[in-house]
């Protein structure tokens, strides 16, 4: 009686949850990213990169600014007002056309909002006919690369209630949202109204698995047809397996070592030089990360053409160059071998967080590889946003980050934020440098790739010698698909997965 | 009767009002801006935090006196309203519904599966102490009560998905999706579980008057029938209680492992994010869960145990 109670039981519980959808048909995705709330500034990205919500300019294969839901844009001859025209033949998913007035009011609540558009130099935003007209303070050639960000997606009014306040997203790509059960799942249908065609798979289903593993054993068992973001050990596993496609591309993020250039401890350029010789970045990319190509020998890798410079010379171990240079900065061995100089200790906490997994692994090997030249490293593990806050009251010594330079398409977004005065909460600190300062104002004014490259050149310089942040690892992302799909392609600048371009393998 | 339910209500507002105040308190006087905090939360580890954090601070008013706050929440707790995530920006209630619910489910199937594994190990065990069953029961509940949840859950992840390919590692909203989860913690349940059945029923099994029922010449079914079972499920059944507050630590790790968005993983992301409403919210609920389970339990045993009720 009891047994056939407990069945009985299992049985209601089994048939009260809701029956999962036809999955046969269904492209199942899985990634990291979880749906926090339903602002763009917040998780637009997740919206952008699986296609439901558009900016007016994309990106292409090659990281080229292309057109999305402008057609087209132009600048006037002072530079400062930009036109961007409204393709006729956009739709949102809620039947109404994409106009250049509901683009504006997206663009207006961006602006007042948190996100990089807020930090471009805009006087205000108006729709004229089919035109977006955006008035800027002062010329700024990298306003379309902004208008990439994930933050600027424009959604339909319907979006949003009679307060302002975001109720769904209505946005006006090949998917729409069917059903969003936040944190952790989205399901998706096909738009019939996209401006670029029908999507290659009807339904898409989102899946969010904060583990790595659990990703990893999601692909493998066949339960997620694209999985997105493998960690670096389980990637040859993976490559294995025949059932599998591994794709693996360079992103623009690196792992620097953030240094307080305020402090006693950096603020002699020997010092920071000393450090970087210490790290043996190839040992830590082969052992951590699998893959000792990403070493970085300086701050942006290769795949970031006119940002790589092959002329620096390469950031490298070289354990007696950096005793000698920090000799030359006045500090000598103590009795028990840590550094000394005017009775100070060479001893400073190294703060990194846990957001990357990767993150505090290689803490604890810079520690040791730092502990070899006589400096004494603690590592602190902590949320994310202690080092924006500890760069803010001036008591960080030494961070661990990983700073993203594709936040918009064009790099010199990110670098006017992290080397202007005073530097920024994951850029430089306590350092001041005027000519890097200039040429990141020159970058940010011009849009012409000839007076560009040497300036972009020059900048590569400065960093290299100066060393503000110290890079460690380049970063790579690995995507797995089945190969019970085609068409998969890696955007390296994670804008937009380009899902409706993946078809049923014949 | 009537004395148990006024206690047990009044049980429920202390636990309300001390849970609130202790929350409250406990999340203010962690280390760190909160302000910073909740910017990270939102907008992640790549934005300008600082930035992000000024317009935060200003937006949820964190300026203004604690007393003033703290008032603030207990005016609204009265009103029933629970306010709103400083994350994400929905109904603390509504995520209380969701995510909550979600929990409740695994942690009724994982308590479910641990029944029908638990006690009838331990029931074998008890009824020959020391014997070849009672040895590998014990062997086997050692094993996986030692066995800490996230490695257990991807050992289950391998043979069942990976190896076999009948279950999905992740995901949520199916029968199929919530056994690997549930079993994980079910197998940690039975584990104590079967050896609090065993030893409540080789005390029984001890005792003169199961001796007695053998020695009257009644077949051994009944006499475990109607003279073990419910003697030694007095035990076992109080033994539950203690079995939510493992579920509360087990479901934690088990449902970031296994991608399931339950309240363990919403309440470490909230405390991480200083999403105050939504810690508050969220342990009011299960203080109050626990006070329904204990009086539940104690139900049960008045039921089950007939000299409580002479006492009583």
Known sequence: MRIANALLLTLMLGASMPVAHALADTLKVAGPWEITGIEPAQTGYVFSRLQVAETLVTTDKKGALVPALAEKWAVSDDNLTWRFTIRGNAGFHDGTSVTAEAAAISLRRALAGVGVFSQAPIADIASEGHDIRIRLTKP????????????????????????????????????????????????????????????????????????????????????????????????????????????????????????????????????????????????????????????????????????????????????????????????????????????????????????????????????????????????????????????????????????????????????????????????????????????????????????????????????????????????????????????VEVDPLEVNYRLSAIRWAK | MKNFFLSRLLQASIVAVVVGAVCFALMRALPGDAAMRIAAGRYGPDARIADAAEKVRLELGLDRPIAAQFLEWIGSLLRLDLGHSLVTGRAVAHELQVQLGASVWLAATALLISLLIGPLVGLISGLKPGGAADRSGLAGAVVFRAIPPFVLGLILMLIFSRQLGWLPPAGFGSPREILLPALTLALGLAAMSSRVTRNAVAAVARAPYFAFARYKGLPEAVVVRRHGLRNAAIPVVSYLGLQAIYLVEGVVVVESLFAYPGIGHALVHAIVERDVPMVQGTALVMGLMFVAINATIDLLTFWLDPRTRRTA
């Open chain 1, 140 to 487: 700024f050639s990298a306003l379309p690369a902004y208008l990439v960000h994930f933050s600027t997606v424009i959604l339909a009014p319907s979006s949003f209630d009679t307060a302002g306040k975001i109720t769904r997203i209505v946005g006006s790509g090949p998917y729409k949202v069917k059903a969003l059960t936040p944190p952790a799942r989205l399901e998706l249908e096909g738009s019939d109204s996209w401006w670029g065609g029908t999507p290659g798979i009807d339904e898409v289903n989102y899946l969010a698995v904060g583990q790595g593993e659990t990703r990893a054993l999601m692909a493998e068992s066949g339960e997620a047809d694209l999985v997105f973001s493998m960690l670096p050990v389980s990637v040859d596993r993976l490559k294995a397996n025949p059932k599998l496609d591994v794709q693996i591309a360079t992103i623009p993020r690196t792992r620097i070592l953030k240094v307080n250039a305020a402090s006693p401890f950096f603020d002699q350029v020997e010092e920071r030089q000393a450090v970087s010789a210490a790290i043996d970045r190839v040992g830590i990319t082969k052992v951590i990360l699998r893959n000792s190509d990403l070493a970085a020998t300086q701050l942006f890798p290769p795949a970031m053409k006119g940002w790589n410079s092959p002329d620096v010379p390469p950031l490298e171990r070289n354990v007696e160059k950096a005793k000698t240079l920090l000799k030359t900065a006045g500090w000598v061995p103590g009795r028990d071998g840590i550094l000394e100089k005017d009775g100070k200790r060479f001893s400073v906490t190294l703060l990194t967080y846990a957001s990357w997994p990767e993150l505090p692994p290689i803490a604890t090997a810079l520690q040791a590889q730092l502990r070899q030249i006589g400096i004494d490293v603690k590592v602190s593990v902590g949320n994310s946003s202690e080092i924006p806050a500890r760069h803010q009251d001036g008591t960080l010594e030494m961070g661990l980050v990983s700073r993203l330079y594709s936040i918009v398409p064009d790099p010199i977004g990110t670098l006017l934020q992290d080397y202007g005065p005073g530097g920024s909460d994951w850029g430089s600190m306590g350092w001041d440098n005027k000519e890097i300062q200039g040429i990141v104002e020159r970058l940010a004014a011009t849009n012409d790739a000839s007076t560009r490259l040497p300036l972009q050149t020059r900048a590569v310089e400065i960093l290299q010698e100066e060393l503000p942040s110290i890079p460690v690892t380049w970063s790579e992302l690995a995507i797995v698909s089945s190969k019970r799909i085609a068409g």
